[in-house]
Nanobody, 126 residues
Framework: QVTLAESGGGLVQAGGSLRLSCAASGRTTSTYNMGWFRQAPGKEREFVSGIPWNGGSAEYSNSVKGRFTISRDNAKNTVYLQMNSLKAEDTAVYYC???????????????????WGQGTQVTVSS
């Protein structure tokens, strides 16, 4: 069992940056692959980025590739999402999620994640 808590969201102008954090308690994050998802009003939850339990090759959606960077610090049980060059269409509630590490490489489907945080709002003004 792991509990996830996101932080770092807020209001930022287009072109700006934010860094989201996801702190885990309970079982250590090194047990899990981690993902970031987002959900805008009236839309389905969509994959943003995923990283394996050992910090290996990360994956990104095409819409954020080159602008967002996922990283993790297992010693701190924390996963980060650095978001640069933010656009109005990045506005959403951002969620972190954990999946069993046997699923490495299969980050895209939210149904493959066992644990979710409460989400943090990111609003980008144009």
């Amino acid at each position: 069992q792991v509990t996830l808590a996101e932080s770092g969201g807020g209001l930022v102008q287009a072109g700006g940056s934010l860094r989201l954090s996801c702190a885990a308690s309970g079982r250590t994050t090194s047990t899990y692959n981690m993902g970031w998802f987002r959900q805008a009003p009236g839309k389905e939850r969509e994959f943003v980025s995923g990283i394996p339990w050992n910090g290996g090759s990360a994956e990104y959606s095409n819409s954020v590739k080159g602008r967002f960077t996922i990283s993790r610090d297992n010693a701190k049980n924390t996963v980060y999402l650095q978001m640069n060059s933010l656009k109005a269409e990045d506005t959403a509630v951002y969620y972190c999620a954990a999946q069993e590490r046997s699923l490495s490489g299969h980050y895209y489907s939210p149904h493959l994640y066992n644990y979710w945080g409460q989400g943090t709002q990111v609003t980008v003004s144009s």
